[in-house]
């Protein structure tokens, strides 16, 4: 008998049965639904679509909205350009400095990783906190 979070991400899997290129729609379940990806799911996921464990990694790795650790708070600062000129380098310094944390590391649950563009750049520097768009970030307002 298999523990009942595999049976979920094989209740997930078989939703996706039918579609094309299912992997990150499954992936995006299973972050949705249980918060993370375990190892053990990549092996279920890999042997599931018939493909190689590397591949299913090499996607999970990829992209950030995939992380393998629980958080308590995901925050991604834009980058971009117009936000740059709006001094999101220097504000991100200082919110890193100010909280403890570091560029793409999980300290204390919280994650906190860099983003280019966010559609906000009129109101930037923007970022992006578990979801929630946040315009001038670190600045007065
Ligand atoms: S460059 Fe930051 S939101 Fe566009």
Redesign the pocket.
């Known amino acids: 008998m298999e523990p009942d979070n595999k049976i979920a991400i094989k209740n997930i899997i078989e939703k996706y049965e039918a579609v094309q290129c299912s992997l990150n729609p499954i992936l995006h379940e299973i972050i949705h639904e249980n918060g993370i990806i375990e190892k053990d799911d990549i092996e279920i996921i890999a042997k599931y679509l018939n493909l190689s464990r590397a591949e299913v990694w090499g996607v999970v790795s990829f992209y950030s909205d995939f992380k393998k650790k629980p958080q308590k708070s995901h925050i991604q600062i834009?980058c971009?350009?117009?936000?740059q000129a709006q001094g999101s380098a220097q504000n991100a310094d200082e919110y890193l400095t100010q909280n403890g944390l570091v560029w793409g590391e999980n300290s204390n649950g919280v994650l906190v990783e860099k983003i280019f563009?966010?559609?906000?750049?009129s109101r930037?520097p923007?970022a992006l906190e578990n979801g929630q768009l946040i315009a001038n970030f670190g600045g007065d307002e």
């Open positions: 834009c971009g350009e117009a936000c563009c966010l559609g906000l750049c930037g923007a």
